[in-house]
């Protein structure tokens, strides 16, 4: 079965803090591919990155950082120094052939960013 | 990135009539494309798989008679809201696959906020 799970309902931080949003996963499949996204209050999902499960290193894009450990199935988000324009809700999300190449989404974290 | 374009943002509509959505991909041809619908505070739900020529393969529990999709080609894929009613008011969003299917991302449009009165 596949199963993404983001535990962390809502997180509220204080500008410029370091904030870290938690992803756990499940899969039988030894392929697969992990995603975050962005929602804003607009609506749209935005993109961030995609990982596959073969490639185990983290990966920093400016103040964005991921930290991908299959011993613990965790695929975590850091933002560091955090800015209001962060605030939105972040999906973590899964796709392997088990799910017939669909993504199994996490229920979101809404992250508040307060000035 | 790869850019999807979703049209109308948000439609206001009586209850009975029917709404179309379109989901276009601009700068890439995407031989599949999804249709997610949203309710406030959750996750996205997947409503139906939509493939290129075919017809879509519709998720379990969604109405394939009162949501019509249609992929008449690489670039456009279309979900009409039939004789919509108030419970069908929600967020729809569509994404676009890359034909790539070795870089397996999904690139959303900007959704669609449906009011039903």
């Known amino acids: 079965a596949q199963k993404v799970t983001q535990a962390q309902t809502e997180i509220s931080v204080v500008e410029k803090e370091d904030v870290t949003l938690d992803c756990v996963y499940e899969?039988?499949?030894?392929?697969?591919?992990l995603f975050w996204y962005k929602q804003p209050p607009s609506g749209e999902l935005v993109f961030l990155i995609r990982?596959?499960?073969?490639d185990e290193q983290n990966e920093i894009s400016g103040r964005y950082s991921w930290n991908f450990q299959k011993s613990t199935s965790s695929f975590n988000f850091t933002i560091t120094a955090s800015q209001v324009v962060d605030s939105a809700v972040y999906f973590c999300?899964?796709?392997?052939?088990?799910?017939?190449?669909?993504?199994?989404w996490g229920a979101g974290t809404k992250l508040i960013i307060k000035p | 990135g790869a850019v999807v374009s979703q049209h109308p943002s948000w439609v206001i509509c009586k209850s009975g009539t029917s709404v179309k959505i379109e989901c276009r991909s601009l700068?890439?041809?995407?031989?599949?494309m999804f249709w997610y619908r949203q309710f406030p505070k959750q996750s996205l739900m997947l409503m139906a798989t939509s493939n290129e020529g075919s017809k879509a393969t519709y998720e379990q529990g969604v109405e394939k008679d009162k949501f019509l999709i249609n992929h008449a080609s690489l670039t456009l894929s279309t979900l009409t809201v039939t004789s919509a009613h108030p419970e069908d008011s929600s967020f729809y969003i569509c994404?676009?696959?890359?034909?790539?299917?070795?870089?397996?991302?999904?690139?959303f449009g900007a959704g669609t906020r449906l009011s039903v009165l």
């Open positions: 990982r596959n499960s073969f």
């Open positions: 999300a899964l796709i392997s052939m088990d799910s017939n190449y669909q993504l199994i």
């Open positions: 700068d890439f041809q995407a031989t599949t």
């Open positions: 899969t039988r499949d030894t392929t697969y591919y």
């Open positions: 994404s676009a696959y890359q034909a790539d299917i070795a870089k397996n991302i999904q690139y």
